[in-house]
């Protein structure tokens, strides 16, 4: 399969987005292999879909596939969404 990469919407952090925007996860940049397994062991990983629901200074809510998780800042700082246009 071949990607144009003018055809791909910039990458935010997940931290960044807005309640109701929506987008496909695309890459996680954990700080320890044990982290990134407990992240993806919870269903975020990529090509899920996601939809941030509340955020704050210190947690993002967001739903994904069929779950609702809440992350800290920090960790959701390091995953990176292609949004919806």
């Known amino acids: 399969m071949k990607i144009n990469?003018?055809?791909m919407n910039p990458?935010?952090?997940l931290s960044e987005l807005k309640p109701d925007q929506q987008?496909?996860?695309v890459t996680i940049k954990a700080k320890t292999a044990q982290e990134l397994l407990?992240?993806?062991g919870a269903g975020i990983m990529?090509?899920?879909r996601v939809i941030v629901m509340?955020?704050?200074n210190s947690h993002v809510?967001?739903?994904t596939n069929t779950r609702e998780l809440a992350l800290d800042h920090e960790i959701a700082s390091?995953?990176?969404v292609e949004t919806d246009s």
């Open 5 to 7: 990469m003018n055809q």
């Open 11 to 13: 990458l935010i952090a």
């Open 23 to 25: 987008g496909t996860l």
């Open 38 to 40: 407990k992240l993806m």
């Open 46 to 48: 990529p090509d899920a």
């Open 54 to 56: 509340q955020r704050d």
């Open 61 to 63: 809510l967001f739903f």
């Open 78 to 80: 390091g995953i990176y």
